[in-house]
């Protein structure tokens, strides 16, 4: 199983921006913890952050066929990003939206999230632990998509026989 891991704007900036809301861990600690409990799991995880909104459009369409699911911190585009929205609703695979800070408890304009309506679901305000949990979430979704998958297609060649 493959899940791509993006990550939005700032979020290279962990560790040093504004430590009293996300912490003092870095993206690639982050990253580095993932990667030890996805390997448990057979998960393989493809990392990607870019501070600009065309290029995380082009990392979602990329997705399409290349992974089973993704898991996004679409960052302060979340409450701006039509376009981010769309490309997550183009290619339709399982996603997880991931917040480190409580965005509803936060300023008023953090507090919509446009993105999250093409998510599974959403995690916020667990601080980085929010990326183990919604990897764990993610994991299971995309094994119960393949088993149904699985099922649908051994149902077919009954038919077809
Ligand atoms: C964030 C919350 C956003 O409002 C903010 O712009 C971020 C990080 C979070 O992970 O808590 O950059 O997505």
Not at 17 to 38: C, F, N, T, V, W
Not at 59 to 79: K, M, W, Y
């Amino acid at each position: 199983m493959k899940i791509a891991v993006i990550q939005g704007p700032n979020l290279n900036m962990l560790g040093i921006r504004e430590q009293h809301i996300y912490g003092p861990m870095s993206l690639d600690q982050i990253h580095e913890q993932m990667k030890g409990s996805a390997s448990q799991n057979g998960v393989e995880l493809e990392f990607f952050q870019s501070n600009l909104e065309g290029e995380l459009v082009d990392r979602i369409q990329e997705c399409l066929g290349t992974v089973d699911g993704i898991l996004i911190n679409p960052a302060a585009f979340s409450h701006t990003s039509i376009a981010i929205k769309d490309a997550l609703s183009a290619v339709n695979l399982p996603t997880i939206e991931v917040h480190i800070s409580n965005i509803y408890k936060r300023e008023e304009f953090r507090q919509k999230s446009i993105t999250a309506g093409s998510s599974t679901g959403v995690i916020t305000g667990f601080g980085p632990f929010g990326y183990h949990l919604g990897l764990i979430a993610l994991t299971q979704i995309v094994a119960e998509v393949k088993a149904v998958e699985a099922q649908q297609t051994e149902a077919q060649a009954e038919v077809a026989e």
